[in-house]
T-cell receptor, first 113, second 113 residues
Framework: DVKVTQSSRYLVKRTGEKVFLECVQD?????MFWYRQDPGLGLRLIYF???????EKGDIPEGYSVSREKKERFSLILESASTNQTSMYLC????????????FGPGTRLTVT | SQKIEQNSEALNIQEGKTATLTCNYT??????LQWYRQDPGRGPVFLLL?????KEKRKERLKVTFDTTLKQSLFHITASQPADSATYLC????????????FGSGTRLSIRP
């Protein structure tokens, strides 16, 4: 079974802090994604990476950066957390050769106060 | 801009009936469309993929149709059960690994006994 793990289920940070969200997948998938999910807005793509050290901006990259130094790990960085970044963050990985199925982690609920 | 709309935020169905969920999109020519299920507090789980050249796909009690002329997909759950209660998301994507994926905001389905 594919497993995607995220470093924290719940996180509380203060405005202005630098925040790291870590995601690890164990199935050697090439593609990895970071989304945020807000009520009524659905899943919105922040960044994705189709290969190691490669990254592409999604729909809402402002205020975020990513790092993918190793194939299994994809990190999302909030350079200076703000209250409007309070959200559920979901990481996913994918093998494009298998139905383009994305495997999601359990999510990190981040609260910025 | 690319947009996906899913019918009504919530759908309530009597157990045993067929639930039908709608996904409409604009300004996009997807190579495929996917449906995911999401339970509260969890990441989405892949259910089905249908490609642009396919009209219908079935999996057990699930049936998906895809009309690229109408830019619409219908997702049916036959003989619905309370355990089918969840939020269902549709997603569109392209074949290239670098293609962006967009998700709808989801439809919350409740099956009452």
């Amino acid at each position: 079974d594919v497993k995607v793990t995220q470093s924290s289920r719940y996180l509380v940070k203060r405005t202005g802090e630098k925040v790291f969200l870590e995601c690890v997948q164990d199935m050697d998938h090439e593609n990895m994604f970071w989304y945020r999910q807000d009520p009524g807005l659905g899943l919105r793509l922040i960044y994705f990476s189709y290969d190691v050290k490669m990254k592409e901006k999604g729909d809402i990259p402002e205020g975020y950066s990513v790092s993918r130094e190793k194939k299994e790990r994809f990190s999302l960085i909030l350079e200076s957390a703000s209250t409007n970044q309070t959200s559920m963050y979901l990481c996913a990985s994918r093998d494009p050769g298998k139905n383009y199925e994305q495997y999601f982690g359990p999510g990190t609920r981040l609260t910025v106060t | 801009s690319q947009k996906i709309e899913q019918n009504s935020e919530a759908l309530n169905i009597q157990e045993g009936k067929t639930a039908t969920l709608t996904c409409n999109y604009t300004n996009y020519s997807p190579a495929y469309l996917q449906w995911y299920r999401q339970d509260p507090g969890r990441g989405p789980v892949f259910l089905l993929l249908i490609r642009e050249n396919e009209k219908e796909k079935r999996k057990e009690r699930l049936k998906v149709t895809f009309d690229t002329t109408l830019k619409q997909s219908l997702f049916h759950i036959t003989a619905s059960q309370p355990a089918d209660s969840a939020t269902y998301l549709c997603a569109l994507g392209g074949y290239s690994s670098a293609s962006k994926i967009i998700f709808g905001s989801g439809t919350r389905l409740s099956i009452r006994p």
